[in-house]
């Protein structure tokens, strides 16, 4: 899979107890990280860029879920999009079949079974 063939969204503030886990979920597709942040105050984007995240910073005082999404699909580079929220982590068994589909290129999209453990 080429860098740029595959970008992780998020939108963070205050994650820094749950991004790493969810970011060493991904590492392995290897995907360009581009982190929208609504005003943090702890080390979520300290932890983000150690990851080589690229980090936004966005004016939240409005809350407006959409434009804050919008402007990571905009700053995202890859071919195929794929969005996490801080929280959720990918099943390590589906990493090859997301590279495999990313490689393919040949839908507009895919939905994903999610799972929620809690």
């Known amino acids: 899979m080429s860098a740029d063939a595959l970008s992780l969204c ?7 107890l749950v991004l790493e886990r969810c970011l060493d979920s991904a590492a392995g597709l290897n995907p360009e990280i581009m982190i929208v942040d609504t005003g943090s105050t702890d080390r ?4 983000a860029r150690r990851y080589g995240a ?9 809350v407006d879920f959409s ?6 699909l905009a700053r995202a580079r890859g071919r195929w999009i794929l969005v996490l929220d801080a929280d ?3 099943d390590p068994a589906s990493q090859p079949l997301i590279q495999e589909l990313v490689d393919r290129g040949a839908n507009a999209g ?3 079974e999610r799972l929620n453990l809690r």
């Open 10 to 16: 998020m939108i963070v503030k205050n994650e820094e």
């Open 44 to 47: 979520t984007c300290d932890l």
């Open 54 to 62: 690229q980090v936004e910073r966005f004016d939240f005082s409005t």
């Open 67 to 72: 434009a804050a999404r919008n402007l990571a």
């Open 88 to 90: 959720e982590v990918l």
């Open 110 to 112: 895919y939905y994903f």
